[in-house]
């Protein structure tokens, strides 16, 4: 009786496990950071700006950008979705690139930055198409964490907070031409995340990326 009960269990945990995983697969989403490791990222300058905090990725410091480099999409994205875990604290500063490229130094020269700020001096707040579309609203409080959430389709960013759209973007068609290869457009490339300065204190977690077909 106690050998039936115990395969009958291990059969519904493994029939419960393979519908989880169904689930994730048909969902589409796929994790790029586990909060246990920055496996999959690389940092230039400032390396110690990123760190490890309770299963979260903290930032802290001077100004760096850790790009992720890992081997899902072999980190180049066209269409996508991208959705990340977002926490600022008073007075912060951070932003996520994405159709960038690693580089050492500097502020990534390649994409787009999604702004993440709610209390800086910056006016530009939470869910900025950076210097493009710009947001003047305050959506989400500091200390609350809150979903970012970016779609690229084609020539359309979508960039919700909260399930909300904040910015709905199409590239005029002349941005291809006028805007030199590495520059502010839709392009392809990787997901960068921001340390923007020493007193800027932001957090990260259960960043996802959702890639799209052409």
Excluded: C
Aim: glycine letters at 10%; hydrophobic letters at 35%; zero cysteines.
């Amino acid at each position: 009786m106690k050998k039936a009960l115990y395969f009958g269990t291990l059969m519904l945990l493994m029939a419960v496990s393979v519908s989880f995983a169904q689930k994730k697969k048909k969902d589409g989403w796929i994790t790029i950071f586990d909060g246990k490791s920055m496996d999959g990222w690389k940092v230039g300058e400032n390396a110690s700006t990123f760190s490890l905090e309770n299963g979260t990725l903290k930032v802290a410091g001077p100004r760096a950008h850790i790009f992720y480099d890992g081997k899902v999409g072999e980190h180049n994205f066209k269409n996508f979705e991208f959705k990340a875990q977002v926490m600022t604290t008073p007075g912060s500063n951070s932003g996520i690139y994405f159709h960038t490229q690693y580089q050492e130094g500097g502020w990534p020269s390649k994409g787009y930055e999604v702004q993440v700020n709610n209390s800086h001096t910056d006016w530009r707040r939470t869910g900025s198409l950076y210097g493009v579309q710009d947001v003047k609203d305050v959506f989400v409080d500091d200390n609350v964490w809150y979903t970012e959430h970016i779609i690229v389709q084609g020539k359309h960013i979508i960039i919700k907070i909260n399930d909300k759209t904040v910015v709905d973007y199409v590239e005029p068609e002349e941005v291809a031409t006028k805007v030199k290869d590495g520059g502010r457009k839709v392009s392809s490339g990787t997901f960068a995340l921001q340390g923007h300065d020493p007193k800027s204190i932001v957090y990260y977690k259960d960043i996802m990326v959702k890639p799209l077909g052409e």
